[in-house]
């Protein structure tokens, strides 16, 4: 038995959608004809799912605090004992989500054909990643399969924790910036022209200040919307440029170099793959899956390469700490923790306090960065006002000499 999405119109002509479970979508059409609707669409919610993926790609997805809610559910229905598709139906019954219902009663559907959890869940591999998959997969072979659902739980909320910290310290610098920059173009192409024109009738020679702003002022005028649209075209060929795997690995390469840009960097991807590392250690995957699965979620090109190259050489036999130590990109606190996690037998303790040392430090720059960024643009930008001021009221105070 499967779930279907479906379109009907009812008696009156209104459109209804919904949710049915059944074996076909034959059977589907029986059921909305019992309930005296009128067939539309009827399609499988895997397939539809599908299609939702190919046309909007990561615009729809589900959100993280959506994963981890239903996470949480099902960890508790799964624990309280109730079978696992008894489970995924009271949890889709509880969402107020359309989606998130379709989709959990599609893993449903595959579970009761008699397909593993993880099986149903890789239906959907945008909602659910392969990190997600791979432990769930762990945790019903190990037995463990509520203990694990928490862990994930834990571990989406911590991911979410980290990229809604680092949005809220990048939120201010950047409001500030672009208010910043409105400013003083506006103050360059409405402001500035009304108040020299007072001068444009006498012969008298400008101060340098002056006739630098008043030729600024007419560049940002005449030529403004060019600079606009060069600036545009600029990033779209930047971003076209990225798209090439070689030209993106080589600006991280040099991202990585910068001495604040390449910390931040470092930090953020190395708390990324120390956490996702330790809960599938934890989740009993294996070594070298957990190694190749953990280096997916690093956004630096050159530090998943690194990741990988450490794989195969764990593989061949050699130490962890030491083969992510080759490539010099991992902080060395990291690899000292996770060298003395090898030596002790207790690795998973050691990444999880790898993660929490990175994450804490990642906290303490990002706040030093908004405390020191703020005041900085502050005063950049009082300088910038100050010196149209200054070049606006210099000719004032010179009114005696422009006259004669």
């Known amino acids: 038995m499967g779930a279907f999405e479906y379109t009907a119109l009812d008696s009156s002509g209104k459109e209804r959608k919904g949710i049915l479970e059944g074996d076909t979508p034959r059977h589907i059409r029986q059921q909305l004809r019992e309930r ?19 046309a909007f790609g990561t615009l729809r997805r589900v959100s993280a605090a959506d994963v981890t809610l239903l996470t949480r559910q099902l960890a508790t229905l ?6 696992l598709e008894e489970s995924l139906l ?28 993880a099986d149903g869940l890789a239906e959907f591999p945008r909602v659910f990643p392969e990190i997600y998959r791979a432990t769930v997969a762990a945790g019903e072979q190990a037995g463990h399969l509520d203990t694990v659902l928490e862990r994930l739980a834990d571990y989406t909320e911590s991911r979410e924790e980290i990229r809604q910290k680092i949005l809220a310290a990048m939120l201010y610098p950047i409001v500030l910036t672009v208010m910043c920059f409105l400013i003083v173009t506006a103050l360059m192409v409405y402001v500035v022209p009304k108040v020299v024109s007072v001068f ?25 919307i060019w600079l606009v649209l060069g600036a545009v075209l600029v990033v779209v060929l930047a971003r076209r440029w990225l798209r090439n795997p070689a030209a993106r690995r080589s600006f991280h390469h040099t991202v990585l170099r910068l001495p604040l840009a390449g910390k931040l960097v470092r930090g953020f991807n190395t708390a990324r793959f120390t956490r996702t590392f330790s809960i599938l250690t934890v989740s009993a995957v294996p070594v070298l899956d957990a ?18 190259e450490a794989a195969e050489r764990v593989r061949e036999g050699a130490p962890i700490g030491r083969s992510l130590a080759v490539s010099k990109l991992f902080p060395p606190m990291t690899i000292h923790l996770i060298s003395s996690g090898e030596a002790s037998g207790e690795l998973d303790a050691m990444l999880i306090q790898a993660a929490a040392s990175q994450e804490r430090e990642l906290d303490a720059i990002m706040a030093a960065m908004v405390g020191l960024l703020g005041p900085l643009l502050i005063v950049v930008m009082g300088l910038f006002v100050m010196g149209i001021v200054f070049a606006m009221l210099l000719p004032i105070f010179r009114l005696d000499d422009l006259i004669h």
Request: zero cysteines.
């Open 200 to 224: 444009e009738a006498s012969k008298a020679r400008l101060p340098l200040i002056t006739r630098i702003l008043i030729g600024t002022s007419h560049f940002l005028r005449v030529h403004g």
């Open 78 to 83: 799964v624990r309280a004992g109730l079978p």
């Open 291 to 308: 190694l190749r699965i953990a280096g997916e979620v690093v956004t630096s090109l050159p530090m998943r390469d690194a990741v990988l």
């Open 90 to 117: 009271a949890v889709s019954q509880q969402t107020e989500k359309p989606r998130v219902q379709s989709i959990l009663l599609g893993v449903r559907s595959r579970v009761m054909e008699g397909h593993t959890l």
């Open 36 to 54: 005296q609707l009128l067939p539309v669409t009827v399609s499988e919610v895997a397939e539809r799912e599908a299609g939702r993926q190919r």
